[in-house]
Nanobody, 126 residues
Framework: QLQLVESGGGLVQAGGSLRLSCVAS????????LGWFRQAPGKTRELVAA????????YYVDSAKGRFTISRDNAKNTLYLEMNNLNSEDTAVYYC???????????????????WGQGTQVTVSS
């Protein structure tokens, strides 16, 4: 079983930055596809960014492109999400997740993710 714990959320002003971290325990991180999701009140959970287990190739939802960066440090069993130029629409609970990969590409479908963290709140004030 893989356990995931997020940290780094908080309150930030519009235009500011945050760096989320997700530490894994229980199993080595390196063979999992990883992703960051978010869920705003009244909305469905959506994928924000994903990173491949194989070659660190990445995927971003359109609203995150150019502002967010996903990265992983397998030696530290840690996943990161660097978020810049935040706006009020980024306000949500952010979750990290791990997928047993089906191929070398980032896992982009929520159904592919088997392990989830408890979430960390990000609030952007305007």
């Amino acid at each position: 079983q893989l356990q995931l714990v997020e940290s780094g959320g908080g309150l930030v002003q519009a235009g500011g930055s945050l760096r989320l971290s997700c530490v894994a325990s229980g199993r080595p991180y390196s063979s999992y596809g990883l992703g960051w999701f978010r869920q705003a009140p009244g909305k469905t959970r959506e994928l924000v960014a994903a990173i491949s287990w194989f070659n660190d190739s990445t995927y971003y939802v359109d609203s995150a492109k150019g502002r967010f960066t996903i990265s992983r440090d397998n030696a530290k069993n840690t996943l990161y999400l660097e978020m810049n130029n935040l706006n009020s629409e980024d306000t949500a609970v952010y979750y990290c997740a791990a997928a047993v990969p089906r191929d070398i590409r980032p896992t982009v479908h929520i159904a592919g993710y088997e392990f989830w963290g408890q979430g960390t709140q990000v609030t952007v004030s305007s």
